[in-house]
Every structure is written in C-alpha cells, then in structure tokens.
C-alpha cells in the first residue's frame, strides 16, 4: 500500500490550499480514506474522512473551511481547505484501513502565515 500525499505550502490567512492523496495498492473504492494532521508539539488528529458511499465526516475545528472527496478512477482524495486559519498549521497526512493496520501517506506540509 502506497499513499503519495502532495499539495501542501504556504498560504497567508484566508487563504485556500487543495491537497491530493493517490493511493495504490488497495481496492481504493471500497476503502474509507482520511486526512489527519499533526502541529508541532501536539498529537495527529483526525481532519476529515469520506467512506467508499461518499458519506463525509470532519472534525469540528474545520467543518464549513474544508472539504474531503474522492475520484475513484484516479484513486485519489482530495481535501480540499479555505479559509484557512494559523492554527490549520500542520503536516496532513493521508490514511487508510485495511485489515485492522493504519496506513499513512508521507505528509505534506501546510503552513499558514497570519
């Protein structure tokens, strides 16, 4: 399984950021898959997720900002963030289940500048 996360940068408040996850080596449309983000200094936490049906969930920090969805025939999620905030400052990383084992993409880099 391979999960290859791009998009991240620097965006100034307000600002808007669209980030990509292709995945390989999973039966990407029956898998339920995420983006979750780490601050420095803090634990990862869950920013959205978008289940094989399209059903969506977010955490509340970023519900109305950010948008998660998914191109099954490129095998890919898409996050993506506007109004961005300097507390939205993480690496998001991309994930998914498979069997009871967690698999992350690499992180990409988000920072916001206020």
């Known amino acids: 399984v391979q999960l290859q996360a791009s998009g991240g940068g ?3 408040t307000g600002g808007s950021l669209r980030l990509s ?3 390989s080596g999973i ?3 029956i898998n339920t898959m995420g983006w979750y ?3 420095p200094g ?3 936490e869950l920013v959205a997720t978008v289940t094989s049906g399209a059903a ?3 955490a509340d920090s970023v519900k109305g900002r950010f948008t998660i969805s998914r191109d099954n025939a490129k095998r890919t999620v898409y996050l993506q963030m506007n109004s961005l905030k300097p507390e939205d400052t993480a690496v998001y990383y991309c994930n998914t289940r ?3 084992y967690d698999y992350w993409g690499q992180g990409t880099l988000v920072t916001v500048s206020s």
């Open 10 to 12: 620097l965006v100034q």
């Open 21 to 23: 996850c292709k995945a």
């Open 27 to 29: 039966n990407f449309a």
């Open 37 to 39: 983000r780490q601050a």
């Open 42 to 44: 803090k634990q990862r």
């Open 56 to 58: 969506t969930n977010y």
């Open 98 to 100: 498979l069997r009871g």
